[in-house]
Protein backbone atom coordinates (compact mmCIF):
# COMPACT_ATOMS: atom_id res chain seq x y z
CA UNK A 1 0.00 0.00 0.00
CA UNK A 2 1.61 2.96 -0.89
CA UNK A 3 -0.31 6.29 0.15
CA UNK A 4 2.17 8.94 -1.30
CA UNK A 5 1.42 11.28 -3.99
CA UNK A 6 3.93 13.59 -6.35
CA UNK A 7 2.61 16.49 -5.16
CA UNK A 8 3.40 15.17 -1.29
CA UNK A 9 7.03 15.37 -2.23
CA UNK A 10 6.63 18.83 -3.36
CA UNK A 11 3.71 20.54 -0.74
CA UNK A 12 2.93 24.06 -1.86
CA UNK A 13 4.91 26.76 -0.11
CA UNK A 14 4.23 27.23 3.46
CA UNK A 15 3.20 23.61 3.67
CA UNK A 16 5.04 20.66 5.09
CA UNK A 17 8.33 22.41 6.05
CA UNK A 18 7.55 24.06 9.46
CA UNK A 19 11.19 22.92 11.27
CA UNK A 20 10.93 22.60 15.51
CA UNK A 21 12.86 24.77 17.28
CA UNK A 22 13.80 21.12 19.93
CA UNK A 23 16.91 19.59 18.93
CA UNK A 24 15.67 15.93 20.97
CA UNK A 25 13.04 16.28 17.88
CA UNK A 26 14.81 17.00 15.00
CA UNK A 27 17.61 14.22 15.59
CA UNK A 28 14.48 11.79 16.36
CA UNK A 29 12.92 12.39 13.17
CA UNK A 30 16.33 12.40 11.48
CA UNK A 31 17.46 9.29 12.67
CA UNK A 32 13.90 8.01 11.70
CA UNK A 33 14.31 9.20 8.09
CA UNK A 34 17.97 6.97 7.90
CA UNK A 35 16.23 4.22 9.27
CA UNK A 36 12.79 4.26 6.64
CA UNK A 37 14.30 5.73 3.65
CA UNK A 38 10.77 8.12 2.73
CA UNK A 39 10.98 10.31 -0.73
CA UNK A 40 10.04 13.32 1.53
CA UNK A 41 9.09 14.13 5.12
CA UNK A 42 6.32 16.17 5.98
CA UNK A 43 6.04 18.45 8.91
CA UNK A 44 2.08 18.70 9.95
CA UNK A 45 1.01 21.95 11.25
CA UNK A 46 -2.43 21.73 11.95
CA UNK A 47 -3.68 24.19 9.70
CA UNK A 48 -6.58 24.30 7.57
CA UNK A 49 -4.53 24.93 4.78
CA UNK A 50 -3.20 22.16 5.27
CA UNK A 51 -6.13 19.79 6.10
CA UNK A 52 -7.42 20.94 2.72
CA UNK A 53 -4.64 19.87 1.14
CA UNK A 54 -3.98 16.51 2.51
CA UNK A 55 -7.78 15.81 1.68
CA UNK A 56 -7.22 16.20 -1.64
CA UNK A 57 -4.05 14.04 -1.76
CA UNK A 58 -5.92 11.10 0.09
CA UNK A 59 -8.48 11.35 -2.42
CA UNK A 60 -6.28 11.36 -5.29
CA UNK A 61 -4.79 8.23 -4.10
CA UNK A 62 -7.79 6.44 -3.12
CA UNK A 63 -7.39 6.40 0.53
CA UNK A 64 -10.74 8.46 1.11
CA UNK A 65 -13.92 8.70 -0.68
CA UNK A 66 -15.75 11.94 -0.70
CA UNK A 67 -19.36 10.98 0.55
CA UNK A 68 -22.22 13.35 -1.03
CA UNK A 69 -21.73 17.34 0.28
CA UNK A 70 -25.42 17.60 0.77
CA UNK A 71 -26.35 14.01 2.60
CA UNK A 72 -23.04 13.94 4.21
CA UNK A 73 -21.15 17.68 4.22
CA UNK A 74 -17.26 17.41 4.96
CA UNK A 75 -17.01 13.83 5.52
CA UNK A 76 -15.44 11.26 3.92
CA UNK A 77 -15.03 7.09 3.65
CA UNK A 78 -12.34 4.80 3.81
CA UNK A 79 -12.25 1.17 3.11
CA UNK A 80 -9.24 -0.56 5.43
CA UNK A 81 -7.80 -4.06 3.83
CA UNK A 82 -10.03 -6.46 4.74
CA UNK A 83 -7.15 -8.14 7.03
CA UNK A 84 -6.90 -5.21 9.16
CA UNK A 85 -10.51 -4.10 10.47
CA UNK A 86 -9.49 -4.48 14.55
CA UNK A 87 -7.21 -3.85 17.33
CA UNK A 88 -5.07 -7.40 18.10
CA UNK A 89 -4.29 -8.45 20.72
CA UNK A 90 -2.58 -11.26 19.76
CA UNK A 91 0.36 -8.72 18.26
CA UNK A 92 0.03 -6.24 21.23
CA UNK A 93 3.49 -5.94 23.06
CA UNK A 94 4.56 -4.45 26.54
CA UNK A 95 8.37 -4.37 25.94
CA UNK A 96 9.85 -3.62 29.50
CA UNK A 97 13.13 -4.92 30.74
CA UNK A 98 11.77 -7.68 33.17
CA UNK A 99 9.02 -10.17 32.05
CA UNK A 100 7.08 -9.73 35.23
CA UNK A 101 6.43 -6.04 35.44
CA UNK A 102 3.97 -6.34 32.41
CA UNK A 103 2.34 -9.28 34.26
CA UNK A 104 0.71 -12.13 33.27
CA UNK A 105 -2.22 -10.50 31.17
CA UNK A 106 -0.13 -8.42 28.59
CA UNK A 107 2.20 -10.06 25.76
CA UNK A 108 5.69 -9.23 26.88
CA UNK A 109 8.67 -9.32 25.21
CA UNK A 110 12.25 -7.70 25.68
CA UNK A 111 13.36 -4.62 24.26
CA UNK A 112 16.19 -4.57 22.49
CA UNK A 113 15.11 -7.73 20.64
CA UNK A 114 11.84 -6.35 19.44
CA UNK A 115 13.79 -2.65 18.90
CA UNK A 116 16.02 -5.16 16.63
CA UNK A 117 12.94 -6.82 14.88
CA UNK A 118 10.88 -3.77 14.27
CA UNK A 119 13.67 -1.61 12.90
CA UNK A 120 14.13 -4.50 10.51
CA UNK A 121 11.06 -4.41 9.32
CA UNK A 122 11.54 -0.68 9.11
CA UNK A 123 14.61 -0.78 6.90
CA UNK A 124 13.58 1.19 3.80
CA UNK A 125 9.95 0.35 4.64
CA UNK A 126 9.06 4.25 3.61
CA UNK A 127 10.54 3.95 -0.01
CA UNK A 128 8.63 6.07 -2.27
CA UNK A 129 6.07 7.17 0.93
CA UNK A 130 6.31 10.29 2.89
CA UNK A 131 7.08 10.16 6.61
CA UNK A 132 4.43 12.51 7.92
CA UNK A 133 5.77 14.38 11.42
CA UNK A 134 2.56 14.82 13.79
CA UNK A 135 2.94 16.82 16.61
CA UNK A 136 -0.14 16.77 19.06
CA UNK A 137 -1.51 17.37 22.34
CA UNK A 138 -3.38 14.99 25.10
CA UNK A 139 -5.17 17.24 26.79
CA UNK A 140 -6.31 21.00 26.82
CA UNK A 141 -2.80 22.93 26.63
CA UNK A 142 -2.23 24.46 30.19
CA UNK A 143 -3.38 21.50 31.83
CA UNK A 144 -1.01 19.54 34.71
CA UNK A 145 -2.48 16.69 33.19
CA UNK A 146 -1.30 17.38 29.44
CA UNK A 147 1.20 15.15 27.45
CA UNK A 148 2.96 16.09 24.24
CA UNK A 149 3.42 13.31 21.81
CA UNK A 150 4.83 13.37 18.12
CA UNK A 151 3.64 10.43 15.58
CA UNK A 152 6.06 9.71 13.03
CA UNK A 153 3.34 7.96 10.14
CA UNK A 154 3.60 7.26 6.53
CA UNK A 155 -0.07 7.16 6.51
CA UNK A 156 -2.99 10.11 5.44
CA UNK A 157 -5.51 8.27 6.78
CA UNK A 158 -3.58 8.34 10.17
CA UNK A 159 -2.38 12.11 10.07
CA UNK A 160 -6.54 13.00 9.23
CA UNK A 161 -7.71 11.11 12.05
CA UNK A 162 -4.73 12.31 14.55
CA UNK A 163 -5.78 15.79 13.34
CA UNK A 164 -9.51 15.08 15.02
CA UNK A 165 -8.68 12.88 17.65
CA UNK A 166 -5.84 14.90 19.36
CA UNK A 167 -5.18 18.56 19.49
CA UNK A 168 -2.37 18.93 16.68
CA UNK A 169 -0.25 20.55 15.30
CA UNK A 170 0.83 24.70 16.39
CA UNK A 171 0.08 24.16 20.26
CA UNK A 172 2.17 20.99 20.51
CA UNK A 173 4.58 22.91 18.93
CA UNK A 174 4.76 25.48 21.39
CA UNK A 175 5.12 22.71 24.37
CA UNK A 176 8.22 21.20 22.26
CA UNK A 177 9.98 24.02 21.51
CA UNK A 178 9.92 24.68 25.43
CA UNK A 179 11.85 21.03 25.32
CA UNK A 180 10.80 18.45 28.07
CA UNK A 181 9.80 15.36 27.30
CA UNK A 182 7.69 13.04 24.58
CA UNK A 183 6.12 10.34 23.88
CA UNK A 184 8.10 8.57 20.77
CA UNK A 185 5.92 6.76 18.16
CA UNK A 186 6.88 5.55 14.89
CA UNK A 187 4.33 4.03 12.60
CA UNK A 188 4.54 2.45 8.93
CA UNK A 189 1.86 0.14 7.42
CA UNK A 190 4.70 -1.82 5.84
CA UNK A 191 2.53 -3.94 3.20
CA UNK A 192 -0.59 -4.65 6.07
CA UNK A 193 0.62 -7.67 6.45
CA UNK A 194 -1.34 -9.63 9.69
CA UNK A 195 2.49 -11.93 9.71
CA UNK A 196 4.26 -8.94 10.16
CA UNK A 197 1.74 -6.95 12.16
CA UNK A 198 3.23 -5.71 15.76
CA UNK A 199 2.46 -2.35 18.02
CA UNK A 200 4.64 -2.54 20.68
CA UNK A 201 4.92 -0.57 23.55
CA UNK A 202 8.09 0.43 25.57
CA UNK A 203 7.10 2.20 29.11
CA UNK A 204 10.43 2.59 30.36
CA UNK A 205 11.41 4.80 26.66
CA UNK A 206 7.86 6.44 26.39
CA UNK A 207 7.96 5.15 22.91
CA UNK A 208 5.58 3.59 20.53
CA UNK A 209 6.14 1.63 17.48
CA UNK A 210 3.26 0.19 15.39
CA UNK A 211 4.00 -1.82 11.91
CA UNK A 212 2.08 -3.68 9.20
CA UNK A 213 -1.72 -2.41 10.19
CA UNK A 214 -3.55 1.08 9.74
CA UNK A 215 -6.64 0.27 11.40
CA UNK A 216 -7.12 3.22 14.11
CA UNK A 217 -6.88 1.45 17.35
CA UNK A 218 -3.57 0.48 16.47
CA UNK A 219 -2.08 3.46 14.43
CA UNK A 220 -3.78 6.08 15.83
CA UNK A 221 -0.35 6.09 18.83
CA UNK A 222 -2.28 9.13 21.03
CA UNK A 223 -5.58 7.05 22.08
CA UNK A 224 -5.22 3.46 23.41
CA UNK A 225 -1.37 3.06 23.42
CA UNK A 226 -0.27 7.01 24.65
CA UNK A 227 -3.57 7.76 26.49
CA UNK A 228 -4.02 4.40 27.97
CA UNK A 229 -1.05 1.68 28.04
CA UNK A 230 2.17 3.95 28.07
CA UNK A 231 -0.06 6.67 30.04
CA UNK A 232 -1.48 4.14 33.02
CA UNK A 233 2.20 3.13 33.51
CA UNK A 234 3.27 7.15 33.49
CA UNK A 235 0.33 7.69 35.81
CA UNK A 236 1.46 5.42 38.44
CA UNK A 237 5.05 6.96 38.34
CA UNK A 238 3.66 10.33 38.46
CA UNK A 239 0.84 9.80 40.72
CA UNK A 240 -2.05 10.62 38.48
CA UNK A 241 -4.34 7.51 36.79
CA UNK A 242 -4.87 6.88 33.11
CA UNK A 243 -8.73 5.00 32.69
CA UNK A 244 -10.70 3.50 30.17
CA UNK A 245 -13.84 6.03 31.21
CA UNK A 246 -16.02 8.69 30.09
CA UNK A 247 -16.64 11.59 31.67
CA UNK A 248 -20.27 13.13 31.88
CA UNK A 249 -21.37 15.98 33.55
CA UNK A 250 -25.06 15.94 35.11
CA UNK A 251 -26.65 19.45 35.55
CA UNK A 252 -29.96 19.49 37.82
CA UNK A 253 -32.57 21.86 37.01
CA UNK A 254 -31.54 24.24 39.83
CA UNK A 255 -28.15 24.11 38.10
CA UNK A 256 -26.31 21.92 40.41
CA UNK A 257 -23.27 20.24 38.46
CA UNK A 258 -22.16 16.27 39.37
CA UNK A 259 -19.00 14.63 37.60
CA UNK A 260 -19.25 10.77 36.97
CA UNK A 261 -16.89 8.67 35.40
CA UNK A 262 -17.38 5.28 34.39
CA UNK A 263 -15.76 2.17 32.90
CA UNK A 264 -18.01 -0.08 30.76
CA UNK A 265 -15.70 -2.70 28.31
CA UNK A 266 -16.68 -2.94 24.46
CA UNK A 267 -20.48 -3.46 23.65
CA UNK A 268 -21.84 -1.61 26.78
CA UNK A 269 -23.50 0.74 25.97
CA UNK A 270 -20.09 3.59 26.86
CA UNK A 271 -20.84 6.10 24.09
CA UNK A 272 -24.59 5.87 24.04
CA UNK A 273 -24.31 6.66 28.43
CA UNK A 274 -21.83 9.39 27.36
CA UNK A 275 -24.37 11.13 25.65
CA UNK A 276 -27.54 10.06 27.32
CA UNK A 277 -30.71 12.42 27.15
CA UNK A 278 -33.07 12.33 29.62
CA UNK A 279 -36.78 11.78 29.17
CA UNK A 280 -39.44 14.23 29.65
CA UNK A 281 -40.19 13.34 33.38
CA UNK A 282 -36.26 14.75 33.66
CA UNK A 283 -37.53 18.25 32.43
CA UNK A 284 -35.03 20.61 33.59
CA UNK A 285 -32.38 17.75 33.97
CA UNK A 286 -29.10 18.19 31.65
CA UNK A 287 -26.61 15.60 30.55
CA UNK A 288 -23.15 16.95 28.74
CA UNK A 289 -20.47 15.00 27.50
CA UNK A 290 -16.71 15.62 28.58
CA UNK A 291 -15.39 12.49 26.89
CA UNK A 292 -16.70 9.12 26.00
CA UNK A 293 -13.97 6.88 26.34
CA UNK A 294 -10.47 8.04 27.93
CA UNK A 295 -10.16 9.97 31.67
CA UNK A 296 -6.98 11.31 33.06
CA UNK A 297 -6.99 11.57 36.62
CA UNK A 298 -5.05 13.54 38.93
CA UNK A 299 -5.53 13.85 42.95
CA UNK A 300 -6.88 17.67 42.87
CA UNK A 301 -5.71 20.99 45.13
CA UNK A 302 -9.31 20.49 47.07
CA UNK A 303 -8.33 16.87 48.14
CA UNK A 304 -11.09 15.66 45.48
CA UNK A 305 -10.28 13.84 42.08
CA UNK A 306 -10.05 15.56 39.21
CA UNK A 307 -10.23 14.47 35.32
CA UNK A 308 -9.52 15.61 32.24
CA UNK A 309 -10.82 13.95 29.09
CA UNK A 310 -7.29 14.08 26.73
CA UNK A 311 -9.18 13.25 23.50
CA UNK A 312 -10.27 15.88 21.25
CA UNK A 313 -12.50 13.89 19.15
CA UNK A 314 -14.57 10.37 19.27
CA UNK A 315 -13.54 7.43 17.58
CA UNK A 316 -16.70 5.56 17.91
CA UNK A 317 -18.80 1.81 16.51
CA UNK A 318 -21.08 2.59 13.90
CA UNK A 319 -23.55 -0.13 13.89
CA UNK A 320 -26.04 0.32 16.02
CA UNK A 321 -26.18 3.96 16.51
CA UNK A 322 -29.65 5.30 15.40
CA UNK A 323 -31.95 8.20 16.99
CA UNK A 324 -33.01 5.58 19.58
CA UNK A 325 -29.83 4.27 21.05
CA UNK A 326 -27.86 7.46 20.72
CA UNK A 327 -29.64 10.94 19.18
CA UNK A 328 -26.72 13.26 19.92
CA UNK A 329 -24.37 10.33 17.95
CA UNK A 330 -26.55 10.73 15.13
CA UNK A 331 -26.22 14.78 14.74
CA UNK A 332 -22.73 14.83 15.91
CA UNK A 333 -21.81 12.84 12.80
CA UNK A 334 -23.44 14.12 10.11
CA UNK A 335 -20.88 16.14 8.94
CA UNK A 336 -16.79 16.62 9.08
CA UNK A 337 -16.99 13.13 9.73
CA UNK A 338 -14.59 10.19 8.75
CA UNK A 339 -16.18 6.77 8.15
CA UNK A 340 -14.07 3.31 8.22
CA UNK A 341 -15.90 0.68 7.01
CA UNK A 342 -19.41 1.35 6.60
CA UNK A 343 -21.77 0.63 3.23
CA UNK A 344 -22.01 3.64 1.05
CA UNK A 345 -25.42 4.50 -1.09
CA UNK A 346 -26.18 5.25 -4.61
CA UNK A 347 -26.88 8.50 -3.40
CA UNK A 348 -23.17 8.88 -1.54
CA UNK A 349 -24.44 8.32 1.53
CA UNK A 350 -23.50 5.98 4.48
CA UNK A 351 -25.22 3.48 5.62
CA UNK A 352 -24.72 0.35 8.16
CA UNK A 353 -26.80 -1.79 10.27
CA UNK A 354 -28.89 -0.38 12.70
CA UNK A 355 -29.21 2.78 10.94
CA UNK A 356 -32.69 4.85 11.24
CA UNK A 357 -34.69 3.98 8.15
CA UNK A 358 -34.84 0.79 5.55
CA UNK A 359 -31.83 -0.82 4.21
CA UNK A 360 -31.41 0.77 0.97
CA UNK A 361 -32.32 -1.51 -2.25
CA UNK A 362 -28.55 -1.45 -3.65
CA UNK A 363 -25.24 -0.52 -1.75
CA UNK A 364 -21.84 -1.14 -2.06
CA UNK A 365 -20.55 -2.67 1.11
CA UNK A 366 -17.28 -2.38 3.87
CA UNK A 367 -15.34 -4.51 1.32
CA UNK A 368 -16.23 -2.61 -2.41
CA UNK A 369 -18.50 -5.06 -3.34
CA UNK A 370 -22.55 -4.54 -4.33
CA UNK A 371 -24.58 -5.71 -1.39
CA UNK A 372 -28.53 -5.55 -0.91
CA UNK A 373 -30.69 -7.06 1.95
CA UNK A 374 -30.24 -10.76 1.78
CA UNK A 375 -26.73 -10.51 0.62
CA UNK A 376 -24.34 -13.03 2.54
CA UNK A 377 -22.64 -11.23 5.44
CA UNK A 378 -22.71 -7.46 7.30
CA UNK A 379 -23.24 -4.37 4.49
CA UNK A 380 -20.96 -2.78 7.34
CA UNK A 381 -18.10 -4.04 9.60
CA UNK A 382 -19.30 -4.77 13.14
CA UNK A 383 -16.56 -3.01 14.14
CA UNK A 384 -17.08 -0.12 11.58
CA UNK A 385 -16.17 3.51 12.52
CA UNK A 386 -16.74 7.30 13.17
CA UNK A 387 -14.00 9.80 13.54
CA UNK A 388 -15.78 13.48 14.55
CA UNK A 389 -14.62 16.23 16.14
CA UNK A 390 -15.17 16.80 20.00
CA UNK A 391 -17.11 20.13 18.96
CA UNK A 392 -19.67 18.72 16.63
CA UNK A 393 -21.50 16.91 19.48
CA UNK A 394 -24.72 18.90 20.53
CA UNK A 395 -24.16 17.69 24.24
CA UNK A 396 -20.58 18.83 24.65
CA UNK A 397 -19.82 19.87 28.19
CA UNK A 398 -18.18 23.41 28.43
CA UNK A 399 -15.82 21.77 30.87
CA UNK A 400 -14.37 19.66 28.24
CA UNK A 401 -11.56 22.23 27.57
CA UNK A 402 -11.32 23.21 30.86
CA UNK A 403 -7.54 22.47 32.01
CA UNK A 404 -7.79 22.65 35.44
CA UNK A 405 -10.06 19.02 34.97
CA UNK A 406 -13.77 18.53 37.01
CA UNK A 407 -14.09 16.80 40.34
CA UNK A 408 -15.22 13.25 40.09
CA UNK A 409 -18.00 12.39 42.72
CA UNK A 410 -18.86 8.78 41.23
CA UNK A 411 -17.21 6.05 39.70
CA UNK A 412 -19.43 3.66 38.00
CA UNK A 413 -18.18 0.22 36.75
CA UNK A 414 -20.87 -1.98 34.63
CA UNK A 415 -20.30 -4.77 32.77
CA UNK A 416 -23.04 -7.16 30.39
CA UNK A 417 -24.12 -9.44 32.28
CA UNK A 418 -27.37 -11.65 31.88
CA UNK A 419 -27.89 -12.92 35.24
CA UNK A 420 -26.51 -12.17 38.71
CA UNK A 421 -25.63 -8.51 38.93
CA UNK A 422 -28.11 -5.84 39.38
CA UNK A 423 -29.14 -2.78 37.52
CA UNK A 424 -27.28 -0.72 40.06
CA UNK A 425 -25.71 -0.58 44.09
CA UNK A 426 -23.01 1.33 45.62
CA UNK A 427 -20.02 0.22 47.38
CA UNK A 428 -19.43 -0.40 50.91
CA UNK A 429 -16.34 1.79 50.96
CA UNK A 430 -13.66 2.50 48.49
CA UNK A 431 -11.73 -1.05 49.27
CA UNK A 432 -15.11 -2.24 47.95
CA UNK A 433 -15.53 -0.43 45.23
CA UNK A 434 -11.92 -1.39 43.76
CA UNK A 435 -13.32 -4.67 44.27
CA UNK A 436 -16.58 -4.45 41.95
CA UNK A 437 -14.25 -2.90 39.40
CA UNK A 438 -11.15 -5.30 39.98
CA UNK A 439 -14.03 -7.91 39.32
CA UNK A 440 -15.83 -6.72 36.88
CA UNK A 441 -16.89 -8.69 33.31
CA UNK A 442 -19.42 -9.88 30.73
CA UNK A 443 -21.14 -13.26 29.92
CA UNK A 444 -20.00 -14.25 26.65
CA UNK A 445 -23.40 -14.73 24.49
CA UNK A 446 -22.42 -17.15 21.54
CA UNK A 447 -20.81 -20.33 21.44
CA UNK A 448 -17.41 -18.81 18.66
CA UNK A 449 -16.87 -16.76 21.98
CA UNK A 450 -16.71 -19.31 24.45
CA UNK A 451 -19.19 -21.08 26.34
CA UNK A 452 -22.38 -19.57 26.15
CA UNK A 453 -22.96 -17.19 29.81
CA UNK A 454 -19.20 -17.86 30.84
CA UNK A 455 -17.80 -14.50 32.64
CA UNK A 456 -14.72 -12.95 30.64
CA UNK A 457 -13.35 -10.73 33.24
CA UNK A 458 -11.83 -6.89 32.51
CA UNK A 459 -11.21 -5.41 35.44
CA UNK A 460 -12.25 -1.60 35.11
CA UNK A 461 -12.58 -1.81 31.57
CA UNK A 462 -8.87 -2.00 31.22
CA UNK A 463 -7.72 -5.39 30.96
CA UNK A 464 -6.39 -4.86 27.35
CA UNK A 465 -4.83 -1.54 28.00
CA UNK A 466 -3.00 -1.79 31.17
CA UNK A 467 0.65 -1.26 30.91
CA UNK A 468 2.11 -2.59 33.74
CA UNK A 469 1.19 -5.51 35.81
CA UNK A 470 -2.61 -5.96 36.76
CA UNK A 471 -1.96 -6.86 40.42
CA UNK A 472 0.45 -3.51 41.11
CA UNK A 473 -2.72 -1.76 38.94
CA UNK A 474 -5.21 -2.69 41.96
CA UNK A 475 -2.92 -1.95 44.08
CA UNK A 476 -2.46 1.40 43.12
CA UNK A 477 -6.10 2.17 42.85
CA UNK A 478 -6.64 0.97 46.33
CA UNK A 479 -3.73 3.44 47.72
CA UNK A 480 -5.77 6.49 45.51
CA UNK A 481 -7.39 6.23 48.88
CA UNK A 482 -4.08 7.79 50.99
CA UNK A 483 -4.49 10.35 48.33
CA UNK A 484 -7.61 11.42 47.59
CA UNK A 485 -9.52 13.28 50.94
CA UNK A 486 -12.87 13.48 49.15
CA UNK A 487 -13.21 10.28 47.64
CA UNK A 488 -15.44 9.70 44.92
CA UNK A 489 -18.47 7.04 45.42
CA UNK A 490 -18.12 3.54 43.81
CA UNK A 491 -21.26 1.85 41.96
CA UNK A 492 -21.89 -1.16 40.07
CA UNK A 493 -24.74 -1.21 37.06
CA UNK A 494 -25.71 -3.56 34.75
CA UNK A 495 -28.35 -2.33 31.81
CA UNK A 496 -28.26 -6.21 30.06
CA UNK A 497 -30.00 -8.45 32.83
CA UNK A 498 -32.68 -10.61 31.25
CA UNK A 499 -35.56 -13.07 32.14
CA UNK A 500 -35.61 -16.31 32.19
CA UNK A 501 -37.33 -16.28 28.59
CA UNK A 502 -33.97 -13.94 27.29
CA UNK A 503 -35.93 -10.83 27.20
CA UNK A 504 -33.71 -7.68 28.64
CA UNK A 505 -35.60 -6.66 32.00
CA UNK A 506 -34.36 -2.88 31.93
CA UNK A 507 -35.18 -0.46 28.75
CA UNK A 508 -31.74 1.40 28.70
CA UNK A 509 -31.03 4.08 26.54
CA UNK A 510 -32.31 7.53 28.23
CA UNK A 511 -34.16 5.54 31.00
CA UNK A 512 -30.62 5.01 32.44
CA UNK A 513 -31.35 8.57 33.87
CA UNK A 514 -33.34 6.94 36.63
CA UNK A 515 -30.44 5.11 37.67
CA UNK A 516 -28.15 7.97 37.50
CA UNK A 517 -30.29 10.84 39.13
CA UNK A 518 -30.17 7.91 42.13
CA UNK A 519 -26.38 7.69 42.18
CA UNK A 520 -26.07 11.71 41.64
CA UNK A 521 -28.29 11.94 44.82
CA UNK A 522 -26.26 9.30 46.69
CA UNK A 523 -23.39 11.84 46.03
CA UNK A 524 -25.09 14.54 47.59
CA UNK A 525 -26.66 12.83 50.53
CA UNK A 526 -30.03 12.77 49.80
CA UNK A 527 -31.06 9.34 48.94
CA UNK A 528 -31.55 6.65 51.10
CA UNK A 529 -30.91 3.29 50.37
CA UNK A 530 -30.75 -0.83 51.83
CA UNK A 531 -27.97 -2.71 52.77
CA UNK A 532 -27.50 -6.17 51.12
CA UNK A 533 -24.76 -8.77 50.91
CA UNK A 534 -23.27 -7.08 47.94
CA UNK A 535 -23.44 -3.29 48.45
CA UNK A 536 -26.21 -0.47 49.07
CA UNK A 537 -29.15 -0.82 46.69
CA UNK A 538 -31.93 1.14 45.96
CA UNK A 539 -35.72 0.77 46.92
CA UNK A 540 -38.25 1.29 44.20
CA UNK A 541 -39.57 4.42 45.59
CA UNK A 542 -36.06 6.20 45.42
CA UNK A 543 -36.74 6.30 41.51
CA UNK A 544 -38.42 8.51 39.44
CA UNK A 545 -41.07 6.72 37.07
CA UNK A 546 -43.12 9.16 35.95
CA UNK A 547 -43.19 7.96 32.16
CA UNK A 548 -42.40 4.89 32.73
CA UNK A 549 -45.30 3.39 35.02
CA UNK A 550 -45.40 0.32 32.96
CA UNK A 551 -42.19 -0.55 34.68
CA UNK A 552 -43.96 -2.53 37.80
CA UNK A 553 -42.78 -3.38 41.84
CA UNK A 554 -42.39 -6.79 40.19
CA UNK A 555 -40.00 -5.71 37.51
CA UNK A 556 -37.93 -3.91 39.88
CA UNK A 557 -37.55 -6.36 42.28
CA UNK A 558 -36.50 -8.78 39.19
CA UNK A 559 -34.24 -6.45 38.06
CA UNK A 560 -32.71 -6.53 41.43
CA UNK A 561 -32.53 -9.54 42.57
CA UNK A 562 -29.47 -10.53 44.33
CA UNK A 563 -29.41 -14.86 44.55
CA UNK A 564 -26.93 -16.11 47.23
CA UNK A 565 -26.46 -19.40 44.95
CA UNK A 566 -25.31 -16.74 41.82
CA UNK A 567 -23.18 -15.05 43.96
CA UNK A 568 -21.68 -18.06 45.64
CA UNK A 569 -20.42 -19.24 41.88
CA UNK A 570 -19.64 -15.29 41.51
CA UNK A 571 -17.61 -15.38 44.39
CA UNK A 572 -15.75 -18.50 42.56
CA UNK A 573 -15.43 -17.41 39.59
CA UNK A 574 -13.79 -14.50 40.64
CA UNK A 575 -10.73 -16.40 42.55
CA UNK A 576 -10.05 -18.57 39.35
CA UNK A 577 -9.50 -14.79 38.21
CA UNK A 578 -7.59 -13.77 40.74
CA UNK A 579 -5.27 -16.51 40.66
CA UNK A 580 -4.96 -16.17 36.94
CA UNK A 581 -3.09 -13.11 38.33
CA UNK A 582 -0.75 -14.68 40.96
CA UNK A 583 0.59 -13.28 44.44
CA UNK A 584 0.58 -9.87 43.48
CA UNK A 585 -3.10 -9.74 43.70
CA UNK A 586 -3.20 -7.06 47.03
CA UNK A 587 -4.58 -9.29 50.13
CA UNK A 588 -7.41 -6.41 50.36
CA UNK A 589 -8.94 -7.80 47.59
CA UNK A 590 -8.82 -11.04 48.60
CA UNK A 591 -10.05 -9.91 51.96
CA UNK A 592 -13.26 -8.67 50.30
CA UNK A 593 -14.30 -11.47 48.34
CA UNK A 594 -13.90 -13.18 51.90
CA UNK A 595 -16.05 -10.46 53.35
CA UNK A 596 -18.48 -11.28 50.40
CA UNK A 597 -19.10 -14.98 51.12
CA UNK A 598 -19.30 -14.36 54.90
CA UNK A 599 -22.41 -11.87 54.40
CA UNK A 600 -23.51 -14.24 51.58
Sequence with gaps: MNETAASLHNPPAGLGRRLPKNAALRAWVEESAELCRPESVFWCDGSEEENAFLQGQALALGVMTKLNPEKAPGSFIHRSNPNDVARVEQSTFICTRERDAAGPTNNWAEPREMYARLYGMLKGAMQGRTLFVIPYLMGPPGS??????????????????????????????????????????????????????????????????????????????????????????????????????????????????????????????????????????????????????IAWMKPGPDGRLCAINPEAGYFGVVPGTNSQSNPNAVKMISRDTIYTNVATTEEGDVWWEGKDGPAPAHCIDWRGQPWRPGSPGAAAHPNSRFTTPMANNPALAPEADDPRGVPISAILFGGRRATTAPLVYQSFNWSHGVYIGATMGSETTAAA????????RDPMAMLPFCGYHMGDYFSYWLGMRKQVADLPLIFGVNWFRKSPEGAFLWPGFGENMRVLKWIVDRCHGRAPARETAIGWLPRREDFIWRGLEQFTAEDFEQVQRIDPLEWRAEADSQAEFFAKLGDRVPNELLLQRELLIARL
Design 144 to 293: PLMKVGVELTDSLYVVLNMRIMSRMGAAAYDQLDGGGEFNRGLHSLLDVNPERRFICHFPEDNAIVSVGSGYGGNVLLGKKCLALRIGSYLGRRENWMAEHMLLLCVESPEGEKTYVAAAFPSACGKTNFSMLIPPPAFEGWKVRTIGDD
Design 449 to 456: AGAVGQVR
